[in-house]
């Protein structure tokens, strides 16, 4: 395309997308009646006030009376002021008639009398134009701060994706990082875009619609950008719900309309987020169908079926559940690729901390690999917060660049919350919470498989935490063993464990540690497979989302009761053996605990090699603590 035609395209793009918004406001007849009532309350009590109309035998009759001290006499009408039984004034007005006495009469009586030739179409235009002019520009203005909702009925079924023009974009590859593998997959679709008739040649279909997917935070919506930013191409974006509305055909209606835009556009990219809000599988749940929501997504089906992908129009959607998607949607055809923009590991995390620290200041001491190493799970927005939360503190303490301190103060803040010295406890209760914290960092260094201790400390922090035990993994891990998982239920069980054995009784603090604990044993039962009496089944059946951690709906059992009653007995049998060896542990240990507890109490906080200081500072024999673990790092 040259130079000039892309400039003039770009024009059009541009008063395309403005042309909607200055669109003039059309009333139905409902609000020319509610103007005519305003018009008519307006015209009766503030412009004409409180005027008695008398006959003009009683005016005469005033007249003779002395009651009337100024008359108006106008072409049809007599108007003027009389007074009143209670003595005020009030206003009168009568018919005029054919009488040759009244000026006698007026003059007889001494009363004030002028005449008035009265222009009708200046008493129209303050008596009705006006209001009627005024009330529309409220109207108007109401409208307007309603964020421009559009009046006409006809303009309901108007897409309101957003048009980007070809070099409006400024986002590319560049800017996006931690997701090598999505990149990859779509820098085919940049170049079909670019270059078409290189696929067409050899016969080759390009996919006609892909289907981001992955966590929320991932950056899936920055990638379609990026996509866009590459191939210079338009680029219409819009949410899942943009398209439902309260009236019937509405959505279809706009789909239609954003694929006749998209057509005219082409080469383009349609994106359409949280495309679950539109597509979300028909029949799931029968008694809360939505008519509405189903036509359209039967009319975006339709149109990804008849539409040439030739032309260069490619569809891009974007998900965190893509179970809960239409089969339809999902098809050969349709959204043909899947694109897994998953959670990045050790190496993408410092790739996104690069990008993020483009316009931040920050000090030469800052190690971004350990950063990455203590950011465990991270995905892009974490991670585009955390440096912000690292920047604001170096500003609160008047620094000109951000250190690796205000980088460890910022995790902390973003995974246990924020910290609250000011937080009155008892001396008591700071002494459960110290052994708490103590039992749990040193089951997690006397045990073998378990991940190494960052940090303790017994600072509350958050909505309830009131101290906690910060564990790092050494590398990441996508799979975890029995053996992992049983000394992953000591680490948790140990806090109430010390408990126990320091004061003789236990406390509330350790209903989180509980849950978990109770969690990790029913999934090593009812999913993993990993009871010896029930053998290799699994009896977890329920339709968990993929990238959300939210509860599963609930749904009905299909084993006996029991089964159920062996289930519950084997989850118990699992949490009592892991008690009765962090007990015998920590008893053998209970110098090494109290000295760790004592030093908490004093400094508040310890790091891991302080805790593995203190731990060698004890250690007078190895068998002392068992087996020493063997970590590789």
Not at 109 to 128: C, D, M, P, Q, Y
Not at 433 to 443: D, Q, S
């Amino acid at each position: 395309m040259s130079p000039a035609k892309r400039k003039e395209k770009k024009i059009y793009l541009e008063l395309k997308d403005k042309g909607p918004q200055k669109t003039k406001k059309n009333f139905t007849f409902l609000y020319f009646i509610l103007a005519f009532l305003g018009i008519l309350i307006l015209n009766t009590y503030l412009f004409t006030g409180e005027v008695k109309n008398i006959p003009y035998s009683e005016f005469k009759s005033l007249i003779s009376e002395g009651k009337i001290s100024e008359v108006i006499i106008n072409t049809e009408t007599i108007q003027g002021t009389y007074l009143k039984e209670d003595g005020t004034k009030g206003k009168f007005m009568t018919s005029r008639v054919d009488d040759s006495e009244l000026v006698k009469d007026l003059m007889k009586h001494n009363i004030k009398f002028t005449g008035r030739h009265e222009n009708k179409l200046v008493k129209a235009f303050f008596s009705w134009v006006l209001p009627f002019i005024i009330i529309i520009l409220i109207w108007n203005f109401l409208f307007r701060r309603m964020g421009g909702a559009p009046t006409s009925v006809l303009s309901f079924g108007k897409s309101r994706g957003k048009i980007y023009g070809e070099d409006e974009i400024k986002i590319t590859f560049n800017d996006v990082a931690g997701c090598d593998e999505a990149k990859e997959e779509l820098k085919e679709i940049i170049e079909f875009l670019r270059n078409p008739s290189k696929f067409l040649e050899l016969g080759a279909r390009i996919p006609k619609g892909i289907l981001l997917v992955g966590p929320p935070g991932t950056g899936k919506t920055l990638l379609a950008k990026a996509v866009a930013g590459e191939a210079k191409v338009p680029f219409f974006s819009m949410s899942g719900s943009d398209f439902v509305e309260m009236f019937v055909g509405v959505g279809a209606a706009r789909v239609r309309d954003l694929f006749a835009q998209a057509q005219e556009k082409a080469p383009c990219i349609i994106f359409i987020d949280e495309l679950d809000a539109l597509g979300k599988a028909r029949g799931l749940n029968p008694l809360s169908s939505h008519d509405e929501r189903e036509q359209t997504l039967n009319q975006l089906l339709a149109e990804m079926d008849g539409f040439d992908t030739k032309k260069g129009v490619i569809i891009m959607g974007a998900t965190n559940r893509p179970e809960i998607l239409d089969p339809a949607l999902l098809r050969p055809g349709r959204f043909d690729r899947h694109i897994l923009v998953d959670r990045p590991d050790i190496k993408g995390r410092e790739e996104i901390l690069k990008v993020h620290i483009k316009n931040v200041k920050v000090d030469k001491s800052v190690d971004l690999k350990v950063i990455a190493a203590r950011t465990p799970g991270f995905v892009g927005a974490d991670l585009a917060n955390l440096v912000n939360e690292a920047a604001l503190l170096a500003a609160r303490k008047g620094k000109n660049r951000v250190g690796m301190e205000e980088f460890e103060e910022a995790i902390d803040r973003v995974v246990a919350g924020l910290e609250k010295k000011r937080r009155v406890m008892s001396r008591k209760e700071k002494e459960i919470v110290a052994y708490h914290e103590a039992g749990h960092a040193l089951m997690a260094e006397l045990l073998e498989t378990t991940d190494p201790v960052h940090k303790i400390s017994i600072i509350p922090r958050g909505i309830a935490a009131l101290g906690y035990t910060l564990q790092l993994p050494t590398e990441d891990r996508y799979l975890m063993t029995k053996k992992e998982l049983l000394d992953r239920l000591c680490v948790l069980l140990a806090g109430r464990v010390a408990e126990e054995i320091v004061f003789g009784e236990i406390s509330t603090g350790a209903q989180n540690d509980l849950a978990r604990a109770t969690d990790i044993a029913k999934s090593m039962v009812k999913e993993y497979g990993m009871s010896e009496k029930l053998g290799y089944v699994t009896f977890e059946r329920e339709r968990k989302p993929l990238f959300l951690d939210v509860a599963p709906n609930f749904s009905g059992k299909d084993y006996s009761e029991e089964t159920a009653r062996e289930i519950d007995n084997e989850i118990k049998r699992l949490i009592n053996e892991a008690y009765e060896k962090v007990k015998k542990l920590l008893i053998q240990n209970k110098d090494v605990l109290e000295k760790v507890a004592n030093t908490l109490l004093e400094k508040e906080t310890l790091d891991g090699n302080e805790l593995r200081a203190l731990i060698r500072g004890e250690e007078d024999d190895k068998s002392k603590f068992g087996e020493a673990p063997n970590r590789s790092n």
